[in-house]
């Protein structure tokens, strides 16, 4: 079939990929305006549109995709794949390819829908993340599924980790489906709405860790947020971000404590239960470095509250 594929991060690439070396054909390439981010707001390509230039694909990106369903319709594709592209379609758009479109989500639907479905899965200890191929409509991720598959958790990856273990699992059940509708052999399967989650987006802010939790869902709490927009919290050196983290046995005291702060033995913060050992972290205007070298060269004291 010939497919246009939509799609934006890193993650959408390996799906992408997985389709221009399968038997279908790439016609064309949506992805987001370049935005322009750090010093003299340099102007970056996203991951996808550098794979579309450097394999000579045809690209687009549309400040407004829905205004310009003429030039969509003119790549002449029998079906669209989403994949973390980042606009929400209309009728027009839905309507141009024969087979519509699929979308590739990032969860085990109909849990967590929404654009940030893996860092929300970490948050919350699931044992299992997974992948939905699923039949794209106006609601957001409401469609009918077409295939499903999980993979276990480890219980340490981060949630850019985890994106990277569902792109490969992504870009072969992308092929899979693309196989099935081609053949006529698709089953969509409608969701259960009554089993339905939204993930909300996170803003800077909402990385700010919270240690009246118990020390697991802490340490959940900073694998999921990380690296975007990162965990974090405040002490007398200011503001200290948190990228890497396992749970210790402590006794019980007050939330937020520092128990231990050496340069051997690392930093230990005591949560609402139990205790997180803090091996990864980031001072302001500074490298991420392990908690040892951190306080090598800036004290933290024992028994103060970080909040």
């Not at 402590?250 to 051997?264: L, M, T």
Request: glycine share 10%.
């Amino acid at each position: 079939m010939k497919v246009l594929f939509l799609g934006t991060p890193g993650f959408a690439v390996g799906v992408l990929d997985k389709i221009v070396r399968s038997s279908h054909r790439v016609v064309g390439v949506i992805t987001q305006p370049d935005k322009a981010s750090g010093r003299g707001n340099k102007i970056n390509y996203c991951p996808v549109k550098t794979y579309a230039l450097e394999s000579g694909l045809p690209l687009r990106q549309y400040e407004r995709i829905n205004d310009n369903v003429e030039d969509v319709a003119s790549f002449g594709a029998d079906i669209m794949v989403t994949c973390a592209y980042g606009q929400i379609l209309k009728q027009p758009i839905l309507d141009v390819c024969k087979h519509g479109i699929i979308n590739v989500h990032a969860s085990l639907l109909p849990k967590y829908r929404g654009s940030s479905p893996v860092e929300w899965a970490l948050i919350n200890g699931e044992k299992e993340i997974g992948v939905t191929i699923m039949q794209t409509e106006l609601g957001v991720d409401t469609g009918d599924m077409i295939l499903q598959r999980g993979i276990p958790l480890d219980g340490e990856e981060n949630a850019a980790e985890a994106l990277e273990k569902l792109s490969v699992l992504g870009a072969e059940l992308i092929v899979e489906a693309l196989d099935l509708i081609e053949g006529g052999k698709a089953v969509y399967v409608k969701q259960d709405e009554s089993k339905a989650t939204k993930c909300k987006m996170f803003v800077k802010e909402d990385g700010k860790i919270d240690f009246s939790l118990t020390a697991e869902e802490v340490h959940n709490f900073i694998r999921g947020i990380n690296p975007r927009p990162g965990a974090f919290f405040e002490s007398e050196n200011g503001r200290i971000k948190v990228l890497r983290a396992k749970v210790e046995p402590a006794e019980e005291g007050r939330a937020g404590e520092i128990i231990c702060a050496d340069p051997k033995k690392g930093l230990v913060v005591r949560c609402g239960k139990g205790a997180v050992r803090l091996l990864q972290i980031q001072g302001e205007n500074a490298k991420p470095m392990s908690s040892e070298d951190y306080l090598r060269g800036r004290k933290l004291t024992v028994g103060s509250i970080v909040k």
